[in-house]
């Protein structure tokens, strides 16, 4: 199926002279023709539009300047192949805003984050990876590996979530974290590694922000722990 025309002139007629007394331009996504309005319309070239459905399931507002240069037809075909794959994945398990999971597909990504405040995340095509292609994962607080772990080896947990054992220490309120990072070890050759920054400030550890990092960092590697035992 070809593009959509993008662009469509509207004459507006006065009912009671019959004359034209506007022209109105009607946008249409040139993926899959919906209509577009002032609040739905995401610009990629000068004559090429679609909508946020369209623009939501594949991400291309991210690539957009790796895009500009193509032509509609090739631009049609690539958004619709990256919407063909977002498809295929639905969210079963996630860890907060970190880590995105489809247990029925055996699919994974780490969202990235968009919007005014860039606090919304969202799933690009691109960043969806199969289990399979994991082959393990390293856990860091403040650059020391605190766990690792993968498909031919027992994961060693060297205490980061000792927080919820140990009794408070008089010296919490000045020790402090600055960084907790994962580290998810893949197969691919573009993307050897997947950084999950699931704290990325200084904070006290005992701040209820590292607690909730900590937390957060415990449910993600419970999960990689679980596909590399897939």
Request: hydrophobic share 35%.
């Amino acid at each position: 199926m070809g593009l959509f025309s993008p662009k469509k002139k509207r004459e507006i007629i006065d009912s009671n002279t019959g004359e034209v007394i506007e022209i109105k331009e009607d946008i249409k996504c040139c993926v899959c023709g919906a209509e577009l309005g002032a609040f739905n319309k995401n610009k990629i070239t000068r004559d090429f539009y679609i909508c946020d459905d369209c623009a939501g399931k594949s991400a291309i507002m991210r690539h957009k300047k790796e895009v500009e240069n193509y032509s509609d037809e090739a631009l049609k075909e690539l958004i619709q192949k990256k919407s063909d794959k977002a498809d295929t994945f639905n969210v079963t398990n996630k860890s907060g805003s970190f880590l995105f999971v489809d247990n029925e597909s055996k699919q994974l990504t780490i969202p990235y984050f968009s919007g005014l405040v860039k606090n919304v995340p969202n799933v690009d095509p691109d960043d969806i990876i199969s289990f399979d292609s994991v082959i393990g994962y390293t856990l860091l607080k403040d650059g020391n590996v605190i766990s690792e772990g993968g498909r031919d080896n027992i994961a060693q947990d060297t205490g980061v979530f000792a927080f919820y054992t140990e009794m408070p220490g008089k010296n919490d309120d000045t020790a402090s974290c600055g960084e907790i990072l994962i580290r998810i070890k893949t197969n691919l050759n573009d993307r050897p590694e997947l950084p999950i920054y699931v704290l990325d400030r200084q904070v006290s550890l005992s701040s209820d922000t590292y607690k909730i990092a900590m937390y957060n960092a415990e449910q993600i590697i419970n999960i990689l722990m679980w596909i590399c035992k897939e």
